[in-house]
């Protein structure tokens, strides 16, 4: 058992937020992995609560593996305060999760879970939450219901695991939700949308190491399976060699993801907001 994370540090990284992450990207990146691992491993509760708001703050998509196991944190303040960071990172790959904690026997969880689903555009918020930076700003024309067959996702790279394949379809189904129906009856969409992961790999480049992903998209009417479109994106997610370890690649798998993902959808849902 590591010693506790010390409190200072903790509120050092509150006080700094996301100017430090980008000022001193090497040091930030530890700092990160120190906190991910208090939340997960620290014996006061408190401060698996500064952490998991820590994190939060940070935004730093790599953090939700972490937030989302505090979900299930025997503490309730570590739990209220996971949901709430993970509300605030925006992500919909948490959403399925949060939604879970909407029933936990603590009211403030099911509080801070509620606020959470708002910001991620699940049920207990009507609207979608505002774009990400990066993501295409795109409405849905009103007056017109579409519907999407999502499929699951495919692995061509053979490194991606079901976790990362079921990530991408949630994914996809929170980018497709404010314009139509994601949940048809099995081939009753008037689209649907089949995924690929096309390439993972890890590599070294210099003093970085890289966590690159590719993925495509395709969109096809139905009846029939015509193809409509299809797109592909690309990302890649750097770290400093000196102070990676192995225990920070899927995080580092989860972002290159989610990035390609907004790449190559965002001419997908382009296609879509002018049915």
Not at 78 to 107: C, E, H, Y
Not at 252 to 270: C, F, H, P, W, Y
Request: glycine letters at 8%; one cysteine or more.
């Amino acid at each position: 058992m590591r010693a506790p994370l010390p409190r200072l540090l903790l509120f050092a990284l509150i006080v700094a937020g996301p100017v430090a992450v980008d000022a001193r990207p090497a040091r930030a990146a530890a700092r990160i992995e120190d906190v991910e691992d208090a939340l997960a491993h620290d014996r006061s509760y408190k401060v698996r609560v500064d952490a998991a708001l820590v994190l939060g703050r940070l935004h730093e998509p790599r953090s939700i593996p972490a937030l989302i196991g505090a979900l299930r944190d025997p503490n309730p303040a570590v739990r209220a305060s996971a949901a709430q960071s993970l509300g605030r990172i925006g992500s919909p790959i948490a959403k399925d999760a949060v939604a879970k904690a909407l029933v936990d026997p603590v009211p403030l969880v099911r509080h801070m879970a509620k606020e959470a689903m708002k910001q991620l555009g699940g049920a207990d918020g009507e609207t979608p939450p505002p774009p990400t930076p990066g993501a295409p700003a795109i409405r849905p024309r009103p007056g017109k219901k579409l519907s999407f067959e999502v499929k699951p996702m495919g692995d061509q790279s053979k490194r991606a695991g079901n976790a990362l394949r079921s990530h991408m379809r949630d994914f996809m189904l929170a980018q497709l939700r404010p314009f139509g129906d994601v949940e048809p009856a099995e081939h009753e969409g008037m689209f649907a949308v089949d995924g690929v992961i096309k390439d993972l790999s890890t590599s070294t480049r210099g003093g970085e190491v890289e966590v690159s992903c590719a993925v495509q998209l395709v969109l096809s009417r139905q009846p029939g399976g015509g193809v409509f479109l299809l797109t592909s994106g690309e990302a890649t997610v750097q770290r400093p060699k000196r102070q990676w370890r192995p225990q920070q690649k899927p995080g580092m798998e989860l972002e290159a993801l989610e990035s390609a993902l907004r790449s190559a959808s965002e001419d997908l849902l382009n296609q879509i907001s002018r049915q």
